[in-house]
Each structure stands twice: as structure tokens, then as C-alpha cells.
């Protein structure tokens, strides 16, 4: 039997540790079509080269699917490039085996031509890799080797044929061991087309719904297999217009479950009893992809909602119980010192939330903000922007940015600059045993949060 090794090679861990969700969709469409497929977590398995050589040399693989979740850690403060692990690892795993390599996951669809060089494999997918990936084993099989060396499906699956795929046993006890949650897709692609976003570009320019009834039946049998206690859905945005998100919180009303989970939201006119049937289907934590501090600014992300409706949204929220949080980013288009004075002004009238800030935003392939930094001559058009490039308004300076958001944050443990500046207190909350997000713990709000120790 065809036997795939698939590798999952993140190491980020900011703001959490995220459990890699695509190398295990793909190892279960692979296991549908009669292949043996094998999952190994890099991240989970104390980033060791040495463990991953000799696994791989134990499981003898026909292929080697090298997954590449991100290109670098987004941080223009504290930047952690990744591209060059990901060559060695390849360099390393040539030298133990005669597989095919083939590289997918998000960091290498935004960079698909470049990475394949760069990285030495024989090909990569771009894109969602069920199906294709199997298609292209059967090709190599039959002796009909591709000339094309970067594949891609030619039609997105439907929300329909999205998977429940189960998630290998000892990646996913890492990361409940490591914040405690597991992470669920109701639906892929997104509508919205802000500057600097990359979802529609990896999944679509349109939502592909899952069945409620499908996701929420996941959800049962991650919670009865892994004993899960918190859960994350990694939607792009889970409040899509049509609200049909609120009928996966109607189902699991419907069947009593309760674990606390957390989401992705677009700050939006809510009103007070879906907030309430959200808080009783579990939502414990909401993530905001607020972004910018202004209105001016919020234009310049393209962004489509005003600052009205994100304190509208924090107050909703916040005042039901449920933990929210900020990323703000400042110096992004539009920005001026008018503007950081009057973002840190609107930051200070959010209440019971907590703001994460950084400054710049990543410029990435097939994003409007790249065309508007090519626009600007602040990049050129032949920079292939794999190392990281951060887009600065011209109408302020990065010296005044990091220093008025030093002297706005100071002393005040629910407003976080630089990012990454909290991640010795997230790893302190998980190691005693805390689940989940830990903003509310920010807060203060320590509730039952903790896992009790059995005596």
C-alpha cells in the first residue's frame, strides 16, 4: 500500500498554539481513497529534527507532504522568518529518503513558484489539498508524471463536501495539553476584501457553508474522543450576513452542549438575543477583526463597519460575560498622528476587553495592500515579498508609533504592545492548567477557568 508521510511543520504559537486542521483533512481524504497516511507535528513534537528523521526513516514513505502553515510571524517588532527551517528540514529529509516531496498549506499557496524552488521540492499544491494530492499520487503511479509542477483543484469543494476529519491522538493532546483547545471549520472562503487579508486569495471570495448539523456532529465526536473542554472555530469571520452561523448555535442549544468555545467576529449591528443564544451555546471568548483604532483608518483597511459599531459590538458583548479581545494595527493606510491620537483616545473607551496592538501590516501576494504599497513605490513590483515587508504610512514614522504606544499601554494589563510582549503570562495560565483564551484572566475575571487537579 501507498504509504504518505504528511508533516506538519509550524512552530508559531502565538497567540496560541493552533492544531494544524489541514494536514489532518488531507490525511483523512487520503485514507478515503485507500492510501495509508501518516501524520507528524513538528511543533508537538519539541520542534526536533532528529525525532522527525528517525520517524520518517521508521515509516519508509512513498511521498512527503510538507506542510507550511506560515511564512513568518506577521510581527514587525519581534519578526520570526520560518522559510529557512522549512528548507532544511526538506535538505534533511531528502537525505533519509527517495519520496516524493510535495509542499501545501496556506504560508506556501501565497508563494506557491518561489517555495518550490527556494525549498527544493518535486511539486506543491496550491490550495486545498483533498483530492489533488491524490490525483497527483495516482498520476505519479501510472507512470504520467506531471510537466506542471504546482497544482491546484480546478473546483473548490462545496460546503457539503467538507470533511469531519478525525485528528491524530498524540498531536491533539499537545494542544489541549498547550491552551486546551481543538479547531473547527463551519464554512471556508470570505466575502470581504480587507487590505491586507489573505483569505479570500487562500479559500475563495465566497462563503462555502457546512451543513449546522455536520459541524456540530463534529464537535460531538471531538469532545466524546479527546475529552475536549474548549474549542476555537477558525472561520475567517463566523457572524457571516446571512446569519445562518446562528444555526449552529441553535443546534447546540438543541442538544445541550455547552463547552466553552471562541470565534473570529466582525464587529456588526447585533442584536441583544442572539448575543444570548451565542452565550448559551458556549461562546466564552470573541476575537474582533477590528484592526484599525479609527474611522479614517478603518477606510484605509477596507474596512466595511465604523468605530460606532465596534464599541457597540465590545459592549454587547463584554457586558453578557463574553471575553473580548482587540488586534489593532497601527500605521497601516490612512494613518497620520491625528489618527494614532484618536484610535488610542477610542481604545481607552473599550471596556472589559483587551487590546492587543502592533504596527505595520504584512504585505502579502494577491492582497489589495499590496498593490497600494506597489502604488506608493514603497515596494517595487519585481520584490517578491517572501521576506517579510511591513507597509508604514507615509504620514508617520515608526520611532513615534512604537513610543506613544509604549506610554499609552503603560502599566495596564488588558493592553498588550508589542505583540508577543503576553506570551510568558499565556504559557503560564495553560501550564496551571487553564483552557482556552486566556483575555478574560487579563481581566481578572479567573471564574472556574481552571482545570481542578484530581487529589
Known sequence: MTKILLISANVTKEPFPVYPLGMSTVAHDLRSRGYEAVEWDYLAQDESEEKLLEFARSQSPHFVGLSLRNIDN???????????LYRQLADSLRKITNAVIVLGGPGYSLFP???????GADYGIEGE?????????????SGKKPEQKVLRSTSPLSGEMISSPERDDETANYYIAHGGMLNIQTKRGCPFRCAYCTYPVLEGKFYRYRPATKVVDEIEMLTEKHDLKYYFIAD?????????????????VKRKITIP??????????????????KEAGLKAVEWGTDCASDRTLKGMCKNFTWSEVEESNRLFSDAGIASAHFIIFGGPEETEETVEEGIANLARLEKCVVFAATGVRVLPGTPMHKRAIDEKALSPEEDVLKPFFYFSPHTTREYLHERLIRAFEGKTDRVYPMGEDTDRVNAFHKLGYKGPIWDLLLGRRESRRKRSSP
Not at 483530492?131 to 503511479?141: H, N, S, T, Y
Not at 475567517?236 to 447546540?252: C, G, T, W
Request: glycine letters at 4%.
Open 74 to 84: 506577521c510581527n514587525s517588532k519581534h519578526t520570526a522568518y520560518y522559510c529557512d
Open 113 to 119: 513558484q518561489v517555495l518550490l524552488e527556494k525549498i
Open 129 to 141: 489539498g483533498e483530492g489533488v494530492f491524490a490525483d497527483l499520487i495516482q498520476l505519479i503511479e
Open 236 to 252: 475567517s469571520v463566523f457572524n457571516d450576513a446571512d446569519k445562518r452561523y446562528l444555526a449552529i448555535a441553535e443546534e447546540l
Open 261 to 278: 468555545w471562541m470565534a473570529y467576529f466582525k464587529p456588526d449591528r447585533f442584536q441583544s438575543r442572539e448575543v444570548a443564544l451565542l
